[in-house]
């Protein structure tokens, strides 16, 4: 199993991006996904959450601006960034919850490698 985040980039101060986190392999059901970022020199703090049934969690720097959602049937979890600020460039990571299993199953999670979000003009 593998979460691997896609769509940073450059963008302009009130800008948008759109990051993808695939998550692909052999498991049961996806579960809650969890977006992070990590600034240089900064603790990786969370952004954004999803639960299976769609329930969402925001940081309070980035509510109103950002949006989590996901396609379960894709296995893929988003998350749209609007009005984009020079403060929310840093490494966005997927993390993802998966169930193993129906019966028996266990509850793994794992981590993407990160995309870059730069925001600047």
């Known amino acids: 199993v593998q979460a691997v985040e896609s769509g940073g980039g450059l963008v302009q101060p009130g800008g948008s991006l759109r990051l993808s986190c695939v998550v692909s392999g052999s498991f049961f059901s996806l579960n809650t996904v969890n977006w992070y970022r990590q600034a240089p020199g900064k603790e990786r703090v969370l952004v954004a959450r999803i639960t299976s049934g769609g329930s969402t969690n925001y940081g309070d720097s980035v509510k109103g601006r950002f949006s989590i959602s996901r396609d379960n049937a894709k296995n893929t979890v988003y998350l749209q960034m609007n009005n984009l600020r020079p403060e929310d460039a840093a490494i966005y990571y997927c993390?993802?919850?998966?169930?193993?299993?129906?019966?028996?199953?266990?509850?793994?999670?794992?981590w993407g490698r990160g995309t870059q979000v730069t925001v600047s003009s």
């Open positions: 993390h993802a919850f998966i169930s193993t299993a129906q019966v028996m199953g266990v509850e793994v999670d794992y």
